[in-house]
């Protein structure tokens, strides 16, 4: 599987072209606010393209790709919270508005404009973009956090970590993935030792003593083998079931908390088998293609990512459009082919001329 790289500004031309749209209308509004709504359709209706105020909306345009291109007024927007949102909100209306005044400044044009247009433009341009944003991130949240939309992770780790990670993987607003299996490397003696309260499996190895006291308050029962489910995700194998199951099952990415020869063989196979691997911080191995999550990694926890390979967005952007050309020129083709062949068929075999069949498609989704 190809792992896209995301830059922030591309990630984000929704939030652009919505901010746009919302600051031209606050400007607009502003306008409204100190001349009157009948005064409106001079900027909105008039036929001169250089009217004054409208010069102002051509001039916001361009301040806003400035803004949006050499600051960092999109990076983690969906994880913010009101607080943070605000301070960029207002940091963006300020830019804006300090931009409008110095261009106005340089020109020496400031005298064909009413001050109090300006003045009231970036409180009018808070308050729009800061609702406005609010409302459409809850939104997108949603969407993101909805199962059809996430991809599928597989987790192997050891039982003592496991509740660690489950809890760090779930605090988060938003996620992308979610875990719909766990992969044990434990083996059967070690799993009978923590059902008889034994010593913690590989407790001294244990990075932390939230590892440890996650391992002891498990509320797992275990009957002579495996547990079924820790905190509701299925527990769907071992070490030497986990290629059968991600293999005749939708499997995406698989989070890895291993170590040693061991580690770079299953990060190997996983690779193969076209599924992105993102291995833990702690537990480095020698991964091709890898890259480094240095600040977000996979909901908050720090991983090396490998996958086949990495795209970058332009790459995936010609790829779609060589895709939908040749759709286009196949789907053509294929209609003026079927004008002359359907009839045939019918003819000489009664029945419906197309069928449905189920396929596989990426990494063991079915599709008809």
């Excluded at 939104?139 to 909805?146: A, D, G, P, S, V």
């Excluded at 537990?283 to 970058?312: D, E, W, Y």
Aim: net charge positive; charged share 20%.
């Amino acid at each position: 599987m190809h792992e896209r790289k995301k830059k922030t500004w591309t990630k984000h031309f929704d939030f652009m072209f919505l901010d746009l749209l919302f600051i031209e209308v606050s400007f607009i509004l502003s306008y409204i606010f100190r001349f009157g709504l009948g005064r409106a359709k001079d900027v909105v209706g008039s036929s001169s393209f250089f009217q004054p105020y409208r010069r102002i909306m051509l001039l916001i345009l361009m301040l806003h790709l400035v803004i949006a291109f050499f600051t960092d007024q999109y990076s983690n927007i969906l994880k913010r919270n009101s607080a943070e949102e605000i301070k960029r909100v207002v940091q963006y209306c300020v830019n804006m508005l300090v931009g409008v005044v110095l261009v106005l400044f340089m020109r020496q044009t400031s005298d064909a404009y009413s001050r109090i247009v300006f003045f009231v433009f970036p409180v009018i341009g808070v308050f729009v973009l800061f609702v406005y944003r609010y409302f459409y991130k809850i939104y997108l949240r949603k969407e993101i956090n909805k199962a059809q939309n996430q991809n599928c992770m597989l987790l192997v780790a050891p039982y003592h970590k496991v509740s660690a990670v489950l809890r760090e993987f779930n605090n988060r607003q938003i996620s992308t993935s979610r875990i719909i299996g766990i992969v044990l490397t434990d083996n059967i003696a070690e799993l009978e030792a923590a059902a008889a309260q034994v010593i913690p499996i590989d407790a001294e190895r244990a990075d932390s003593d939230s590892d440890k006291m996650a391992f002891d308050n498990e509320d797992v029962v275990f009957d002579g083998g495996f547990p079924d489910s820790i905190h509701g995700v299925p527990v769907v194998g071992n070490l030497e079931t986990m290629y059968d199951y991600a293999g005749s099952n939708v499997v995406d990415e698989v989070l890895l908390y291993m170590d040693g020869e061991a580690a770079n063989e299953a990060v190997r196979t996983f690779i193969s088998m076209g599924i992105v691997v993102h291995v833990s911080i702690r537990n480095l191995v020698q991964v091709p293609n890898a890259t480094i999550n240095r600040i977000n990694g996979i909901n908050g926890i720090p991983v090396v990512t490998s996958s086949v390979n990495n795209v970058s967005t332009r790459q995936l952007m010609i790829k779609r459009l060589v895709d939908i050309f040749f759709g286009l020129v196949g789907s053509i083709v294929t209609v003026l082919l079927t004008i002359i062949i359907a009839p045939m068929i019918m003819i000489a075999d009664p029945g419906p001329i197309f069928f449905r069949q189920e396929r596989g498609g990426k990494n063991g989704r079915t599709f008809k």
